[in-house]
């Protein structure tokens, strides 16, 4: 009897998570979809200038998908050799001890709030990229993918550890018996085995990276235009919306504009999700 | 009097404060199959991984005494391991072959060697693989997955491997623990051919095993050895009493 009302509470609680997807979906669907009233699909996706609140308005987000597409691969640039770099090392070539030191530092990273790597990239990073580089302005493209790669790092360095502690001891003891040597053990048995995990890591830092609102929104400089260099200032798709939310009149056309470009960042992010548990899972 | 391949003299190990080895003495001779036996933990693994040096992976071991094969201790400083582990081939207790298609399972020691041609390592995987008598069996998927094989034919496939870069002994540790009777039947009957070409040394609890496969057989006891001799002699009149004992089964 007891037994049964635990079991029935504890169901609930892992029930609640699909109650709170499937909401969150309806709400999407059901605030975006009315913008395709006033623009096709296709318009919208493709289109080249926003300027919602203009009379008439333009709303083709083209400008904002690719502004998140240059930050984001930027930013796996950054993490995704340092984060599979400090997994081959912190996996097989750190000592015990300096292991149980570097793993849960990689992994501190990722619970630093994202504000404050904001705040790092806009008084640190966005003025040293403006005298190195010598810009009008720091807060640029190059700028976000670099913090952005910082924030990505901890998820893809641990998703990619865990892939390569996966590899079973077997397979590197065939390969020393072998007369193989440690590197040629990691690159040619190690890693390759891994793959599938790491890959997943990557895809899943790439989620991670496109889906980040805040610090894009304070340093990659917010100009809604198609970008050109990596030292121009861009616009997300998440800065947008999280930027002009505020200002849109609720039910206007502008806020519609707006839950459709959260449905694209939806599915988007469902799809490299997706992509990546079915790497997992082979 | 056949030829000595490997001598092992006084050799002890330790696995931090754990004293795995007891100073060991034992002349394997060449070309012929010896098998080492004892029951669990007694070291017999440990004693087979001292021979190409599997020991130096784990941090905490520690050896004392001396290998030597073909008269050169394998524990000099000036020794390069990745040439004694080519001469030293070993398969182990599970089949592991690499996520790799077989062909490049059977080809992995030689790119490590710096075997780049291809007809060369093409015409050296096919030898491993008619010598591990898996070539029949896998010559039209040479390029499909190692892990599509039977565990039989991975076992032998990790056979071929070790085959490949041309050693002169090859350590199998329990190869058919982990195999069907009618692969050990398959594996025990390869075996048999190689000691023709190779010394080979096998670990196994498998008393008739042991019996069946083996010219000569030692009894490991607690990190001891305890008898060492012809196979025949061991089995038909064990000199020590422990050795009798564990033979016939009171203990293992």
């Known amino acids: 009897m007891r037994d049964n009302l635990v079991k029935h509470l504890l169901l609930s609680c892992a029930s609640l998570s699909i109650v709170f997807l499937a909401g969150i979906t309806v709400t999407l669907f059901k ?35 690719l502004g998140s597409l240059w930050v984001t691969l930027g930013a796996l640039f950054v ?12 996996s097989e070539l750190a000592h015990p001890k300096l292991r149980e030191i570097l793993k849960p530092t ?3 990273l990722a619970s630093v709030p994202s504000v404050v790597y904001g705040f790092f990239g806009m008084v640190f990073l966005g003025p040293l990229v403006q005298r190195l580089f010598d810009l009008p302005v720091g807060l640029t493209c ?24 996966a590899v079973p001891r077997e397979l590197r003891e065939a390969s020393y018996a072998l007369g193989a040597m440690k590197w040629e053990t990691i690159t040619k048995v190690v890693v390759p085995a891994a793959s599938s995990g790491i890959i997943a890591a990557v895809i899943l830092g790439f989620g991670r990276a496109v889906g980040e609102t805040m610090t894009v929104l304070m340093v990659a400089g917010g100009a809604a235009v198609i970008p050109r260099s990596v030292f121009q200032p861009v616009r997300t798709m998440t800065a947008t919306i999280a930027a002009e939310m505020g200002e849109a009149p609720m039910g206007s056309d502008h806020y519609h504009a707006l839950f459709g470009i959260a ?14 548990d079915k790497i997992i899972k082979g | 009097m056949v030829r000595e391949k490997i001598v092992v003299k006084d050799l002890n190990l330790w696995f931090g404060e754990n004293h795995v080895l007891k100073g060991i003495n034992i002349s394997i001779p060449e070309k012929a199959v010896t ?28 050896v004392t005494g001396k290998v030597l094969i073909d008269g050169r201790n394998i524990y000099d400083d000036a020794v390069d391991v990745s040439l004694l582990r080519r001469r030293v081939g070993m398969v182990f207790q599970r089949p592991n072959p690499f996520p790799k298609s077989v062909f490049d399972n059977v080809a992995y020691g030689l790119r490590i060697h710096g075997v780049r041609n291809k007809g060369e390592l093409r015409e050296r995987v096919e030898e491993a693989l008619k010598d ?15 892990l599509e094989l039977s565990g039989g034919q991975q076992q032998r496939l990790c056979i071929a491997r070790a085959l490949a870069v041309r050693p002169e002994i090859i350590l199998l540790d329990e ?28 670990v196994t609890h498998n008393i008739q095993q042991a019996a069946r496969i083996s010219d000569y057989a030692a009894f490991l006891m607690l990190g001891e050895l305890i008898e060492f001799g012809r196979t025949q002699e061991i089995f038909t009149a064990p000199k020590d009493k422990r050795t009798e004992s564990y033979l016939t089964g009171r203990f293992g």
């Not at chain 2, 069907?180 to 096998?202: F, G, H, N, Q």
């Open chain 2, 132 to 146: 591990a008598n898996l070539w029949d069996e896998v010559k039209d998927r040479l390029f499909g997955s190692a």
């Open chain 1, 106 to 108: 990689v992994e501190l």
């Open chain 1, 142 to 165: 190059f700028t976000a993918s670099i913090i952005l790669g910082m924030m990505a790092l901890p998820t893809v360095a641990s998703i990619a550890e865990d892939a390569i502690s």
């Open chain 1, 79 to 90: 993490a995704v050799p340092l984060g599979v770099g400090s997994a081959m090392y912190i």
């Open chain 1, 31 to 65: 605030e975006g979809l009315p913008i395709f009233k006033e623009v096709s699909v296709f318009k919208f996706l493709f289109g080249r200038y926003w300027y919602p609140t203009y009379d008439p308005p333009d709303f083709g987000i083209l400008p904002l998908i």
């Open chain 2, 175 to 202: 190869p058919a623990s982990a195999l069907d009777p009618i692969s050990t039947a398959k594996l025990e009957e390869l075996i048999e051919k190689l000691k023709e070409d190779y010394t080979i040394v096998i």
């Open chain 1, 263 to 276: 449905l694209v960042l939806f599915f988007i992010t469902l799809g490299f999700n997706l992509l990546a």
């Open chain 2, 35 to 62: 098998a080492v036996m004892g029951p669990s933990g007694c070291g017999k693994s440990s004693f087979l991984r001292c021979l190409n040096r599997m020991n130096d992976l784990i941090d905490t071991a520690r």
